[in-house]
């Protein structure tokens, strides 16, 4: 005679486990559709204005820390980079409109790139320079000498 294995639970260990896991699902699924809404509509409503010195300042000294420990840590410059940068370029855009102290007219997308790029490689041929090729560190230089010359 073969008997049938059959494993019953009874309702209350549904009521006990099962529903207030079912019921956390549905509550962080319900707050993860809140919550960018929520952030999408506190930065509609932030005043954009152009970044002051001290938050340029504070800005590209974290993406150029974010670049050398990049570098040190073996990865590629390319990658580096973009880890780098890329949010300090969000920064300037999203809050600050593309726009610094500096300069009177609104950056465009691509100049705002190659702006970032240059402080941050400025920034860390000091700050790290035996990390970076030496085309960079060369170009650094240069641009040093330039800027000194004024």
């Known amino acids: 005679m073969v008997t049938k294995l059959s494993i019953h639970f009874p ?6 486990t099962l529903r207030p896991s ?3 699902v549905f509550v962080l699924t319900s707050v993860g559709f809140l919550i960018p809404s929520a952030f999408a509509q506190k930065a ?6 152009p970044a002051n010195e001290k938050e340029l300042m ?3 000294g974290i ?4 670049l050398c420990i990049a570098l040190d840590s073996k990865i590629e410059l390319p ?5 780098s940068m890329r949010p300090t370029f969000g920064v300037i855009k999203d ?5 610094i102290p500096a300069r009177r007219k609104k950056f465009s997308d691509e100049e705002l790139g190659k702006w970032v790029e240059s402080q941050v490689f400025l920034r860390a041929s ?7 090729p030496a085309e960079i560190t060369d170009r650094a230089e240069e641009i040093k000498q330039k800027l000194k010359s004024r």
């Open 11 to 16: 309702l209350s260990f549904l009521n006990r």
């Open 22 to 24: 079912i019921a956390a």
């Open 44 to 49: 509609r409503s932030l005043k954009v204005t």
């Open 58 to 60: 504070a800005y590209l």
């Open 63 to 66: 993406s150029t820390q974010s």
């Open 79 to 83: 990658k580096a980079a973009i880890i």
């Open 95 to 99: 809050l600050h409109g593309s726009r």
């Open 126 to 132: 000091d700050m790290c320079p035996k990390l970076l």
